[in-house]
């Protein structure tokens, strides 16, 4: 029988509800663009869906194209219907629609800088925003600086009376030490750091969230989280498709500075950091950058040992031919960009001293998973001695990111019978099964976080420079010594042969 104070509990935890969103008026610059079709506009609508948007609520579009704002509209209902992830409620979406408007400039034009500033004061007036304003730079990172400038001198950016001002830019923050440094310093020029929020849609996923939730929410885990217990970390970003006819851009980055100085250090960040006392969010991001602080620096020697690059060729799958990397439109035909890497990197602290932490991401892999497997040091076999078992397979925890997301675990058990045989045993659970569905698209969270002021899992400006800090003697090294065998993995296989070296050297193996 249930006690009343255990039902009193149950009641209390299910009438919690996330709290609105203050009046505010969300400026896009890139409206006609690719990523507020496909992400912002859904993300918004799932926000409406949710309950967690208010009626003064806005957003400014401003784009190149000569649109209406009716015109505007119907162009957003019409990529809302194609990119929803969730079946599109009509009365919904009239309410976001009712609160569209735009604004036709371009950066050059200080006229569209003027007309924002009218439109703005006019939701105000109509919406009752409350002068509370988010600006989403969805334009190319080289214009950051520009737009920022732009709005501080139009008097856009000032904070008073109360008022906030934040602005959103997207990765990537600079291509490397130097230049990550000065783009932080122009920045801080018109706005302070809390007003500037680093968005990277890896850590608005739901599975990347619960990394937190699991170590420091059950008593179980944490205690073995170190090095006493773990044998390893492998980190694995695989990405099925090519570079997606983003090969101007791809040249520029490559696997590197695309995946790994950004998402993939965060998800070894949230992996590996300590308990923090509060989920305060410049208390959390404190223990983030203390990891990343104790990542052991790359000597040049040690690119050479630890570190391997790939680059795919030809390959196929179901009979069907994949072009090469160097054969993809806007890339050059004797490209020299990675669209492999694969690290072995140690965290010079207390918890990990002497754990490899294993990171592999690429492009043309055999399918697309995004996850972190914690193996376990296996059990001593001296109990078994006399009994069939010939060996113990270590325990593995594996956190899902995507596409389904869930956790998973592996352990032995005796399987039935008069003698003692060991069985390996999987126990999983997907989210979907049993919080139900939720799809998003991955910036419902951090947009919501970023109208409340939320800037935990947004990147701070010592998080960038110390994630390039750790790559950038990798750049070095790869810019100042030419591959000399690329292509050197087929698409649709699991990289270069190099990269099971790298961890096969150490008696592991890379899980498939």
């Known amino acids: 029988m249930t006690s009343p104070a255990a039902n009193e509990t149950v009641e209390r935890v ?5 709290r609105l969103a203050p009046p505010c008026a ?16 859904p993300a918004l609508y799932n926000l409406v869906n949710d309950e967690l948007l208010p009626d003064e609520f806005a957003v400014v579009g401003i784009g190149r194209s000569p649109l209406s704002e009716e015109e505007f509209r119907q162009h957003m209902a019409d990529d809302l219907r194609q990119f929803a992830t969730v079946e599109v409620d009509e009365a919904k979406l009239d309410w976001l629609l009712r609160r569209l408007r735009y604004v036709a400039g371009d950066l050059e034009d200080t006229e569209t800088f003027r007309q924002l500033d009218k439109e703005l004061a006019k939701v105000d007036a109509e919406l009752g925003t409350g002068g509370n304003y988010l600006y989403y730079l969805a334009v190319p990172p080289s214009l950051f600086c ?14 008073d009376e109360g008022k906030w001002r934040r602005v959103i830019i997207e990765k990537p923050f600079g291509h490397d030490l130097d230049s990550a440094r000065k783009l932080n310093r122009d920045i801080r020029e018109v706005l302070t750091e809390a007003q500037i929020f680093r968005i990277d849609h890896y850590l608005g996923k739901e599975t990347v969230q619960n990394i937190m939730a699991f170590r420091f929410g059950n008593g179980i885990f944490e205690p073995i989280w170190n090095r006493r217990y773990v044998d390893h970390v492998q980190i694995t970003v695989a990405e099925a498709v090519g570079v997606e006819g983003r090969g101007s851009y791809y040249e520029e980055a490559g696997a590197l500075r695309d995946m790994v100085q950004n998402h993939m250090f965060q998800l070894l960040a949230l992996t590996a950091m300590e308990p923090p006392v509060s989920f305060a969010a410049d208390v959390v991001r404190d223990e983030r950058v203390k990891v990343l602080s104790a990542i052991r620096p790359f000597t040049d020697e040690d690119v050479l040992r630890f570190t391997v690059r790939g680059q795919y060729g030809e390959g196929f799958v179901n009979g069907e031919r994949l072009p090469a990397y160097r054969a993809e439109k806007s890339v050059a035909p004797n490209s020299n960009t990675e669209t492999y890497a694969a690290l072995e990197m140690f965290i010079d602290n207390w918890r990990w001293a002497d754990v490899p932490f294993y990171l592999r991401t690429g492009k043309r892999l055999p399918k697309r998973v995004t ?7 296996r059990a001593p076999l001296m109990l078994f001695r006399d009994t069939p078992v010939e060996r113990l397979s270590p325990n593995l925890l594996v956190l899902h990111i995507q596409p389904d997301e869930g956790i998973s675990l592996r352990f032995e058990g005796k399987v039935p019978g008069p003698q003692m045989r060991l069985g390996t045993v999987r126990m999983h659970f997907e989210y979907a099964d049993y919080f139900g569905a939720q799809p998003h698209t991955g910036y419902e969270t951090l947009l919501y976080d970023c109208m409340l002021g939320d800037t935990t ?4 400006t010592d998080m960038v420079e110390t994630g390039w800090r750790v790559v950038t003697p990798i750049l070095d090294v790869w810019k100042a010594l030419a591959p000399r065998n690329f292509p050197n993995y087929a698409a649709n296989t699991w990289g270069p042969k190099e990269a099971d070296e790298l961890i096969q050297k150490d008696g592991r193996k890379w899980r498939q």
């Open 146 to 159: 520009d737009y920022i400038y732009r709005l501080g001198e139009a008097g856009l950016i000032r904070e």
């Open 14 to 18: 299910d009438e919690w509800k996330a």
């Open 371 to 377: 996850e972190v497997a914690i193996q376990f040091k």
């Open 457 to 460: 899992l947004f990147h701070r």
């Open 26 to 41: 969300m400026v896009i610059f890139g409206a006609t663009g690719d990523l507020t079709k496909r992400k912002l506009i």
